[in-house]
């Protein structure tokens, strides 16, 4: 096995880590205080080709391998999880469901700008009784002949009053239960189509989360992704990517977390020597360290099985489980040996460990990727 980067994935890597350090660092706490997306810095981000990574270049992408795409959000949740999951749904969500299973009108009109980072995207599933359960949509796109009539909500949409394109799972035809669901591109403007207000939220605070509203928006037959009833396969294949950005994004924050407590460690003095001398902070700093690389190797694994074409469902799961949970035992270690300085906000890391446990959550939550792990486990 080969685990060394190609040259360009490093030059990657470190063009991340220096937009992070550089661009985002910058005012994060502030952005997190006061609950402000990074407009400036998505902005560049989309010029960065960061924000269509792994699209074709003839849809305006950068054309760059999933494992590119893991150690740029790597890299960026590091320092900024409200910005990195702008990248993980633009790319992982949006961006991979139009050019997997999009119309070429659709990837013309839709595609184009938002790998461009002109625009960005919004992937709207979760609702009320709707989240881990996708089957059970309230939301309903009632078929009209030439077009759809979409009424109902969509809950805890990222991205969800700065896109310009939606993707909406909604159910058609009850009697058909889960094949009878459609996906469908909503643009905003579209009448009856209205955003709640922005969601008061413990951790990743600077990212746009929402409610969507839908009375009677009327949607054109030509913006449906698939086939009548894909809606709910397009949103399980689409998923599977997206447990790849969501761990990745796990492994950034809890590797930014142990960068900080590593480097206080060293400076830290008690009994007239540095923390890190002590063999207490040696065992917490040695164990997160391991688990990190774990995750990374986990995150890496699923990548590099997407980019050569083989199933990567369970490899997904288990990177994004196990990612997640060690950003939080992560974090919080961190806030531990920080001590007190750990508990507040100059520090940055009682930041990622509210950041940390939205990574359990979204994307289907622990106990969710064990379910799809034991069932293909299990799976003759």
């Known amino acids: 096995m080969i685990f060394e980067l ?28 006061k609950q402000q997306f990074p407009t400036e810095q998505i902005k560049k981000l989309g010029e960065l080709g ?61 595609l184009k700008p938002l790998a461009a980072g002109i625009q960005i995207g919004a992937f709207c599933l979760s ?22 009539l979409i009424n109902g909500t969509k809950n805890w949409i990222t991205n969800g009053s700065t896109a310009s394109t939606y993707l909406v799972i909604a159910q058609t035809d009850a009697r058909k239960k889960h094949h009878g669901i459609n996906a469908l591109i909503v643009e905003k403007g579209m009448a009856g189509f209205t955003i709640g207000p922005n969601e008061n939220k413990l951790g990743i605070r600077g990212s746009d989360t929402h409610s969507l509203l839908f009375d009677d928006v009327r949607v054109p037959k030509t913006n449906r992704i698939g086939e009548d009833g894909f809606g709910f396969k397009f949103a399980m294949k689409t998923l599977e990517g997206g447990r790849i950005g ?17 480097d206080y460690a060293k400076e830290r003095q008690t009994f007239g020597k540095p923390i890190a001398n002590h063999q207490a902070i040696q065992f917490k700093l040695a164990d997160m360290a391991t688990q990190i690389e774990a995750a990374r190797l986990l995150c890496l694994k699923a990548a590099w099985l997407k980019d050569h074409g083989q199933p990567y469902t369970q490899a997904a799961a288990m990177a994004k489980l196990y990612a997640s949970e060690v950003a939080m035992r992560t974090t919080v270690e961190a806030v531990q040996i920080h001590g007190g300085y750990g508990y507040v906000k100059e520090y940055h890391v009682e930041r990622l460990m509210r950041d940390a446990k939205i990574t359990q959550i979204y994307e289907g939550t622990s106990e969710i990727q064990r379910m799809v792990i034991a069932r293909e486990l299990l799976h003759d």
């Open 6 to 33: 190609t040259e360009e994935q490093r030059m990657i890597r470190d063009a991340a880590r220096d937009f992070a350090q550089q661009e985002l660092k910058p005012g994060v706490i502030e952005r997190d205080e």
């Open 50 to 110: 960061f924000l269509g990574m792994m699209v074709d270049p003839k849809y305006n992408g950068a054309g760059l391998d999933t494992v590119s795409y893991v150690l740029v959000m790597e890299e960026l949740s590091k320092i900024d999880a409200s910005a990195s999951v702008v990248v993980s749904v633009n790319n992982s969500l949006v961006c991979y469901g139009l050019e997997a299973y999009g119309t070429e009108e659709q990837k013309e009109k839709y």
């Open 127 to 148: 609702e009320t009784e709707a989240g881990s359960d996708a089957t059970s949509q309230r939301t309903t796109a009632e078929d009209k002949g030439d077009y759809y």
């Open 246 to 262: 969501i761990a990745a994004q796990a492994l950034g924050i809890a590797a930014g977390a142990y960068e900080l407590a590593r």
